[in-house]
Nanobody
């Protein structure tokens, strides 16, 4: 079955960086468009970044120029490099494969001094 396992979150000071990873299984990863979402307390889940099977990318306006999504098909892994983090980036981050309704457990990112 489809499994998505996110990792790499943590507590970081404003201006800091984190790299999130999502290891996928249960489907043909190289053919799947992949996305990162986040959900802050009291808010709806929102799309942060997406990468197609052909490695085209797009980003939410709020993270453009700060976050980079990438993928390694040999490792069935999608990454989210997050730089210049702000307190408003605090959320649980999830990855998702297009065409599947499954979500992983998420990884908590907290940006605070």
């Amino acid at each position: 079955q489809v499994q998505l396992v996110e990792s790499g979150g943590g507590l970081v000071q404003p201006g800091g960086s984190l790299r999130l990873s999502c290891v996928a299984s249960g489907f043909i990863f190289r053919r799947a468009d992949m996305s990162w979402y986040r959900q802050a307390p009291g808010k709806e889940r929102e799309l942060v970044a997406a990468i197609s099977s052909g490695s085209s990318t797009n980003y939410a306006d709020s993270v453009k120029g700060r976050f980079t999504i990438s993928r390694d098909n040999a490792k069935n892994t999608v990454y989210l490099q997050m730089n210049s983090l702000k307190p408003e980036d605090t959320a649980v981050y999830y990855c998702k494969a297009s065409g599947f309704r499954h979500w992983g457990q998420g990884t908590q990112v907290t940006v605070s001094s």
